[in-house]
Nanobody, 124 residues
């Protein structure tokens, strides 16, 4: 089964950068789509960015376009989220997710493997 472990969260100031990592194991991910979601207190879990593992095609939520960048390292089975120009509204628990299909869906119900999450807090 797929195992996902996030790391890299922390407390930063507005305007700072942070890079999240997700170590993936348990499968060969050539036919998978991987994504980052986030959940702020009292809010629904929302799509942030996704990448088709084999092609590298990406998709972003409008709220993070131009500031966040998703990437993967095939040799390390690792997923990354580079977050620049962070804002207080980016504060949330960030989750790594995977689905065994090559489609950049944005609904959390489309993904069947999840990490435990990593907290990102952006102070103003």
């Amino acid at each position: 089964q797929v195992q996902l472990v996030e790391s890299g969260g922390g407390l930063v100031q507005a305007g700072d950068s942070l890079r999240l990592s997700c170590a993936a194991s348990g499968r060969t991910f050539g036919t998978y789509t991987m994504a980052w979601f986030r959940q702020a207190p009292g809010k629904e879990r929302e799509f942030v960015a996704g990448i088709i593992w084999s092609s590298g095609n990406t998709r972003y939520a409008d709220s993070v376009k131009g500031r966040f960048s998703i990437s993967r390292d095939n040799t390390k089975n690792a997923l990354y989220l580079q977050m620049n120009s962070l804002k207080p509204e980016d504060t949330a628990v960030y989750y790594c997710a995977a689905r065994p299909a090559m489609y950049l869906g944005t609904s959390k119900g489309e993904y069947n493997a999840w990490g435990q999450g990593t907290q990102v807090t952006v102070s103003s």
